[in-house]
């Protein structure tokens, strides 16, 4: 059993920076920082920069160490969390936050394709496989081998030629899928699966926490799951708008990212919240 905590340093959770990308990204490190600066804790969950693509690396990484340091500089607790697009960059896979009442991971461990609307997709399954099949039984269906498994997956995505990598202007696999009939109806098949995939990986892997927050799809929204709550936080591009999960001491909320001429600041109305007490309850009953 785990209890709602008494006292909870403020958090942001973002997802889906995409730093590096001309188009269909955050705007700025800049932004960024002071989106989050006001926050004790910033917890970056996946795909914060584009440290898989050749062309967008340089730029990508210099807008992280931009971001980086100016959150260290006002006092933030920075916890960057790998994606598939900058999984060679950081190493944490997941976080339990308030005594494991709060689950994050980016979301890329519940397809064996990794992302079912990339270019890369089949190349990425079969390097799933090969990674499941040289670990151990007992360590490939534990959370952490599960993890290491999909992480060494999306390295086949690192490898593309020329020819098969989104342009480095900007685009998306996720919008090239848009185009394409099939690999629409694998995005469409995704997000509608989404939530259940989350409920399932956490019931096989033995986490407890009533709330999942995760990133990867770019499909913003909350779901119910039996008594968990499932939080995704978008994308700061292609398709939709970002959110932001926002913990502090009256409980969690999924919030709306806006940008304005005075830069990214969280909507007033909270697209939903809810009470550490109905949250500890949640818990309890699991």
């Not at 998306?172 to 690999?183: I, Q, Y």
């Not at 919240?273 to 818990?283: K, M, Y």
Request: with cysteine.
């Amino acid at each position: 059993m785990v209890f709602a905590p008494t006292m909870v340093a403020s958090t942001i959770i973002l997802s889906d920076l995409h730093l590096g990308r001309t188009t269909r990204a955050a705007v700025s490190p800049e932004s960024i920082a002071d989106l989050c600066a006001p926050f004790d804790r910033v917890v970056l969950n996946g795909d914060v920069y584009e440290a898989h693509h050749p062309s967008l690396k340089e730029r990508g990484t210099e807008s992280w160490h931009t971001l980086r340091d100016r959150l260290v500089s006002a006092g933030c607790d920075l916890i960057p969390i790998a994606g598939n697009h900058d999984a060679k960059a950081f190493d944490r896979r997941e976080l339990f936050l308030e005594e494991g009442l709060v689950w994050v991971t980016h979301g890329d461990v519940l397809d064996e394709s990794i992302a079912p609307w990339s270019l890369s997709a089949k190349r990425m399954a079969l390097a799933w496989k090969k990674a499941a099949s040289q670990i151990p039984v007992h360590q490939r269906i534990s959370r952490e081998g599960q993890l290491e498994i999909a992480r060494l997956a999306g390295f086949a995505e690192w490898d593309l030629g020329p020819k098969d990598r989104v342009p480095p202007a900007g685009g998306t696999s996720l919008r090239k899928a848009m185009r394409d009939p099939g690999r629409l109806i694998s995005v469409l098949r995704y997000w509608k699966e989404c939530p259940d995939r989350a409920l399932r990986f956490a019931h096989t892997t033995n986490v407890k926490a009533p709330i999942l927050v995760l990133g990867h799809s770019h499909n913003a929204g909350r779901w119910r799951r039996e008594d968990r709550t499932i939080l995704n936080t978008g994308a700061f591009g292609f398709p939709g708008r970002p959110y932001a999960v926002v913990l502090d001491n009256r409980g969690v909320a999924l919030r709306a990212v806006e940008l304005s001429d005075q830069g990214y600041q969280l909507a007033d109305t909270p697209y939903w919240s809810d009470a550490w007490d109905a949250i500890r309850a949640q818990s309890s009953s699991d």
